[in-house]
């Protein structure tokens, strides 16, 4: 279980890399809203195309990148009033089932959400702001990367469910940094 919990703190330095690549996101999102709209109130200007850029860079920017940190961090919705009612046996089927259709489904969202990066690629996809087109084919490949991330840490989470005795939904049950977790 060592190697597997080695593995798993690589793992989370992605993850952590991809929460400050959204929270740099969400501060650079701000200062432009921030900019355009005193730039408006005060001088009848704004930026040029920055509706369009916010949309469709930022906000991606903002969500795919710290997806798989959210959804390792166990505060999503996962049936967690019904799995305690049920003994521990009961508990490891379910969780099992759970993981084994999340695995189904999210290898689904990868392999679609990849084909529709790849045809936004060959037409070099691109949206217009201020008379400008910029590329917008490149952020396509955020979404089946995130969810290739979601896929790895069910993967680590149904490995530590074979490996230990306690079911568990989460890969780590406490906060804290990863080293403390050895």
Known sequence: MNGVWKAYNIFHY??????????????????????DVAM????SSSIRGGFEIIQNYMMPLVVFPGLAYV?????????????EKLNNTAQRILIFFMLLLELFVLVLIVQFSWEYAMSGFERKTAFPAAGTLY?????????PIAFAMIVVENVFI???NILENKPSMVMKETEGKPEELL
């Not at 959804?71 to 967690?80: C, F, I, R």
């Open 14 to 35: 992605i993850k952590l890399a991809g929460i400050w690549i959204s929270g740099i996101s969400v501060l650079l999102m701000m200062m432009m809203i921030v900019y």
């Open 40 to 43: 408006r109130t005060f001088f």
């Open 71 to 83: 959804y390792a961090s166990g505060v999503l919705p996962k049936m967690d009033l019904i799995l």
């Open 135 to 143: 590329p917008l084919y490149p952020l396509f490949f955020l979404i």
């Open 158 to 160: 149904l490995i530590r």
